[in-house]
């Protein structure tokens, strides 16, 4: 999921990391300087339409690097949330770094991950502009609750609680969605699908080209190949 605004991921007070408050935290989370970027995978490919197998092993150190991977390949593309089948792994992963409505920052990654919405009758609906790093360059209206908590375990197998309001609630929806095998187009009206789809072709090598260039930046290309 995009990034609503570079500028919106405040430096210093009001970060949260792993669902908890920290005095001070940098722009860019340490994976990234850790990780390698990989191309991100893009809405057709057979991996994001299927739901994604359960992690069973722990604290493992390829489990650590897929998450390093995972978030300079976010921020590379300028995401406040990535799947792991958006980096053609098929694990029930995501990581974040994705400011709610108050400011506050959220930054963190959950494994095996099970998101518990409101209950109907105390569900507030937010229609909002959503994004896809793997639908490039297109951006919809689509509806999401305004509150979600996601439950599942950090990379050691500790247990996590991550509650998130207003856009940070939207994507952990989003990514919530991916590991189940769905995209935000599926939640689309066919017109405004296909709205989508035409978007995507008309913008995504400009959107490749500037991830290419921000990986330069980090002394890395990325692979163009499925």
Known sequence: MPVRDERSRPVGRHVHVQGRPVESYPALPPEVARGSVRRV??????????????????????????IDDMFVTMYVADGA????????????????????????????????PVVDLPHPENRR?????????SVPGAGEVVSRTDHAVVRGFDKEGAPLVIEGT???ARCLQHETDHLIGH????????????????????????????????????????????
């Open 183 to 226: 995209t935000y187009l599926d939640r689309l009206s066919t017109r405004d699908r296909r709205d989508a789809l035409r978007q995507m072709a008309d913008r995504r090598e400009e959107v490749f080209a500037q991830r290419a260039i921000k990986a330069a930046g980090l002394g890395q290309s990325i692979s163009r190949g499925p």
């Open 81 to 112: 949330g990535l799947a792991a089948n958006q980096v053609n792994v098929g694990l029930r992963l995501f990581v974040y770094d994705c400011p709610d409505d108050s400011g506050v920052r959220h930054v963190g990654h959950i494994v095996n």
């Open 125 to 133: 609906l937010l229609d909002d502009l959503e994004g896809c790093l």
């Open 166 to 168: 207003g856009y940070f």
């Open 41 to 66: 995978t893009v809405v057709g490919e057979e991996i994001l339409g299927r739901p994604c197998q359960e992690v069973t092993e722990f604290g493992s150190p390829e489990l650590s690097a897929l």
